[in-house]
């Protein structure tokens, strides 16, 4: 607790955050005393914001009356850059937008492109695309859950977890060379096809996560105390979790059966067998076995994946959109045009509009991509999954204690780089 | 399906159509959003997915202008129930308000802060119109097409006119 600043309440009113410095006279840290009020400062950097945010916490004794999230600390202009960026330069920048999960980003945002350019790309390029996918999502399902057991006080639940995810990064270094800003997808397929042992890896993978799921899950699911600290906390109806924006994880735990893979599927996904979890109250328990059986389904998904996966070509047999070989730009003539065109000028888009939405971890990532033509988009617009989720947190921990506020918080899966792009 | 709801129980209120890629979109004045969206809610368009706006600094920066203004507000609606997408785009001039959704869509809260936040299109009525992204005292607004790639000099700038890339886009 000793990054909480506390200060009492002073006789002067209640002003903008952000306006301190400019100010100097009155801080967010001073409010209008009527009784035992009192602010606490939560974050901006603090273990349990994961990411720089910052909450405003009004309480009375430790009830919360009011919470002010304050963000905008990672703001890196993501949607600007774009504007000066071609297409296949801001494939790096999706990485950095949910950073647990950076695959997935690269997914979607390609899906988006390749929506524009009116192309399919090859299967076995969408297969590895859900299989990357997927390994992502227990990646960042691990994340969430773990770290929301640590704040919480059950530290070895992450352990446990944890292990786990350091094979699903070994994974995404074989197949992409990093670890964790995997810019992997190229606008018509991959960046390269998986390499020799890459599967051998994934099927030991499959073993051993669904026994640490299993682990975890003795670890938590009846312990008593965990019931304590997350049932009731943070419920939310389904009506108010549509109406706030909700999507992923935290809207089906409110009991809305909605999944893009199912409801609207790309890249194959109606193909595949798996289930939806859905909740009942939309509280921090509800969240977290939402979390968990999904993880089991990407699981059985990523077993059918490697079932059928078949040889072929990872990239769409366009030179106009996908690199040629590097051997044959060497030796070719056209492939040597098309590598230089493609570079220096890029790729011939139509003029248009799309949003297309994919299902990350966190819930609906869209992208809406407005081309006038040019090398670059007009307008390249993100709709994080988790900006929506946030905008709740004032009544999602009203009436609740600092703790709860934790443990919500936590359960929001609320990235940094994502909500403030 | 939707549009032609739309078109039966408010004619004329869509100025212009087009359907991209299997994107629908309609374009409506200012005036009938309200009417459009209480359409919408009653209509099963009960997620509203997203709220941006796209800045077109050549077009005409009329008042009242039927479909001109600087800028595109475009929302993006889901029907949950028959998962149909729908794309509504309402143009605006520089310096012109737009009637908040907040009321009826929680969600709006945030994405109007941000809109204006980041193109400085105000929402009326809203109820707690400021900056989200940056801070109070930002000079300018970052996504508008003349605020500069770079940034300018946020700390002590003299208004925001340096031009980027000197007012052109680079081209293929």
């Known amino acids: 607790m000793d990054s909480i600043a506390i200060s009492r309440q002073q006789n002067s009113p209640a002003t903008g955050p952000r306006s301190e410095g400019s100010t100097g006279s009155s801080s967010a840290t001073r409010h209008a005393s009527d009784g035992d009020h009192m602010i606490v400062n939560l974050g901006p950097s603090h273990p349990t914001t994961h990411g720089t945010l910052r909450i405003i916490l009004e309480l009375e004794g430790e009830t919360i009356l009011k919470a002010t999230p304050e963000m905008g600390y990672l703001h890196r202009g993501v949607e600007k850059l774009g504007e000066s960026l071609s297409y296949q330069q801001f494939i790096p920048l999706t990485d950095r937008l949910n950073y647990c999960s950076s695959i997935m980003n690269n997914v979607g945002y390609t899906c988006a492109v390749e929506k524009l350019l009116g192309i399919e790309i ?108 997350t049932k009731g906390i943070g419920a939310i109806s389904p009506e108010d979790a549509v109406n706030y924006g909700y999507s992923g994880p935290c809207l089906r735990a409110a009991g809305v059966p909605q999944d893009l893979r199912k409801a609207q599927p790309y890249l194959g996904y109606e193909t595949y067998d798996f289930d939806i979890p859905v909740g009942t109250t939309g509280d921090v328990f509800d969240r977290y076995l939402v979390r968990m059986e999904e993880m089991r389904q990407s699981l059985r998904i990523i077993r059918q994946v490697l079932d059928r996966l078949e040889p072929g070509p990872v990239n769409v047999d366009d030179p106009k959109i996908a690199l040629p070989p590097k051997e044959k730009v060497y030796t070719r003539m056209e492939s040597l045009i098309h590598h230089f065109k493609l570079i220096m000028h890029g790729m011939e888009m139509p003029v248009g509009e799309v949003y297309s939405a994919t299902e990350a971890a966190n819930g609906e990532l869209g992208f809406y991509i407005v081309s006038d033509g040019g090398k670059n988009p007009y307008r390249i617009r993100v709709r994080p999954p988790c900006l929506p989720i946030f905008s709740s947190f004032h009544d999602q921990v009203k009436g609740c204690l600092i703790a709860d506020a934790v443990a919500v918080l936590g359960a929001m899966n609320i990235i940094a780089g994502e909500l403030d792009r | 399906m939707i549009i032609e709801h739309i078109d039966a129980q408010l004619p004329a209120a869509v100025t212009d159509r087009h359907d991209f890629r299997g994107d629908q979109t309609i374009v409506v004045a200012k005036a009938n959003l309200l009417a459009l969206v209480d359409l919408l809610h009653r209509e099963g368009f009960q997620f509203l997915v997203d ?81 989200l992204l940056t801070w109070d005292d930002f000079p300018g607004h970052a996504l508008r097409k003349d605020f500069p790639l770079d940034g300018g000099d946020p700390f002590c700038m003299e208004g925001c006119t340096a031009p980027y890339n000197n007012g052109e886009r680079a081209r293929g």
């Not at chain 1, 990646?139 to 057991?149: E, L, R, Y």
């Not at chain 1, 042992?197 to 670890?219: H, I, K, M, T, Y």
């Not at chain 2, 800045?55 to 595109?72: C, I, L, Q, S, T």
């Open chain 2, 51 to 131: 709220i941006t706006a796209v800045d077109w600094p050549e077009r005409p920066n009329a008042e009242g202008a039927a479909a001109a203004g600087r800028f595109d507000v475009v929302y993006h609606w889901l029907n949950l129930a028959s998962q149909e997408r729908l794309r509504v785009k309402v143009p605006v001039a520089d310096g012109e308000t737009v009637p908040t959704l907040a009321g009826l869509f929680k969600t709006a809260n945030w994405f109007e802060r941000e809109v204006f936040d980041l193109f400085g299109i105000c929402f009326e009525g809203h109820p707690n119109m400021k900056r």
């Open chain 1, 122 to 229: 090859p299967k076995r390029a969408q297969q590895i695309r859900v299989l990357v996918s997927e390994l992502a999502r227990i990646a960042d399902h691990i994340v969430c859950v773990g770290v929301n057991a640590v704040d919480i006080g059950a530290f070895t639940a992450f352990l446990y977890l944890f292990r786990q995810r350091e094979t699903v990064y070994d994974l995404f270094e074989m197949a992409a060379g990093q670890r964790l800003h995997t810019s992997f997808t190229r606008i018509g397929g991959l960046f390269r096809d998986i390499p020799e042992g890459f599967v051998p890896l994934c099927e030991r993978f499959l073993v051993e996560c669904e026994a640490s799921v299993d682990e975890c899950e003795r670890l938590l699911t009846h312990n008593p105390i965990w019931h304590d600290r």
